[in-house]
């Protein structure tokens, strides 16, 4: 770890588990003097050992720098770590990395708005290993004033990774769970065809190259549906609708037939039928926005399924 700099703001991260730990670690590393606090003091050993200073109470731990850092297992934690210390966050900006949702994130900023604290909610984009590298890439919403007087030393977690968003401090829990909602689509997409493959005693690791040119492939799509979607036009310059969900029915009788939970095409397939019977058979894909957007059991036309099954 570099030397601890007296020219460098000091930061202090209260949560010290696999997350909470490479945030510290990151810290000091750029050299920033480092409080932390953790319920379990143990976690803190090799921190100390690097030269962060082990605060005895969250109170003492919060009043030791202009910066606090939180991140810990959910927002009820949060505010059960921080009520009784509110008045000492007056004054100080608060950074909560804790994964939650937007409304949850709007409502912690109030709270913290009350109390005088200047509060930003962030996202990682990165596993703990690579905080601090190039690899790590973490969002901020909230005011811009508090971020760009932190900037420098939030930049510690990623070289080039701290991206501010807006003042909206949802934004951060917004772009987090669309994120996450596209790894683990891809995810689930890669599982489903190992587990067809493995049928015929093909290894998961034979499929993953190929599997890994699919997904770079597939990126291709998003900047142009991207656009589609911004104007709300859908013209099918590759594939319609109609011959995804073609290709869905070929996914979803191939696993069943071997025995292959078909759940996930099955639910593919459900949405391109419903786009298809809303007159989008013709669009390209980009069009199944439309499914996503409405609120589960209801039609394109606000209809629920059950009352436009009694109304055939």
């Not at 994120?179 to 005693?201: D, E, R, Y």
Request: aromatic share 6%; with cysteine.
């Amino acid at each position: 770890m570099s030397p601890i700099s007296a020219s460098k703001s000091p930061v202090t991260v209260v949560g010290l588990g696999l997350m909470g730990h490479a945030l510290a670690a990151a810290f000091l590393a750029s050299g920033h003097p480092t409080t932390v606090w953790n319920r379990s003091a143990a976690k803190a050993g090799d921190l100390v050992a690097g030269g962060a200073t082990l605060a005895g109470s969250i109170k003492s731990a919060v009043e030791a720098s202009p910066l606090v850092v939180v991140c810990v297992s959910d927002y009820d934690a949060v505010r059960a770590l921080l009520d009784p210390v509110a008045s000492s966050l007056a004054g100080r900006t608060l950074v909560n990395l804790t994964t939650a949702s937007s409304t949850q994130a709007r409502e912690t900023a109030g709270w913290a708005a009350r109390i005088g604290s200047a509060y930003l909610d962030g996202a990682i984009l990165a596993l703990p290993q690579a905080i601090g590298t190039a690899q790590a890439t973490v969002l901020y919403a909230g005011p811009k004033a508090a971020f760009e007087e932190h900037e420098a030393t939030l930049r510690a977690l990623g070289e080039s990774g701290a991206m501010y968003l807006d003042e909206d401090h949802g934004l951060s829990a917004l772009y987090d769970m669309s994120v996450l909602s596209i790894m683990w689509g891809v995810l689930n997409g890669f599982l489903q065809g190992a587990a067809l493959l493995g049928t015929a005693n093909v290894k998961a690791s034979t499929f993953a190259a190929l599997a890994t040119t699919a997904i770079n492939v597939t990126t291709d799509y998003v900047s142009a549906y991207a656009q589609q979607i911004d104007e709300g036009a859908y013209p099918a310059a590759d594939a319609t609708i109609a011959v995804h969900a073609g290709g869905m029915e070929h996914l979803v009788q191939e696993s069943e037939e071997l025995g292959v939970n078909a759940e996930v095409p099955k639910l593919f397939l459900e949405l391109a039928t419903r786009a298809a019977a809303g007159g989008r058979a013709g669009d390209s894909y980009a069009a199944l926005i439309e499914q996503f957007r409405a609120p589960a059991g209801h039609t394109d036309d606000g209809l629920s399924e059950m009352q436009a099954e009694a109304a055939k």
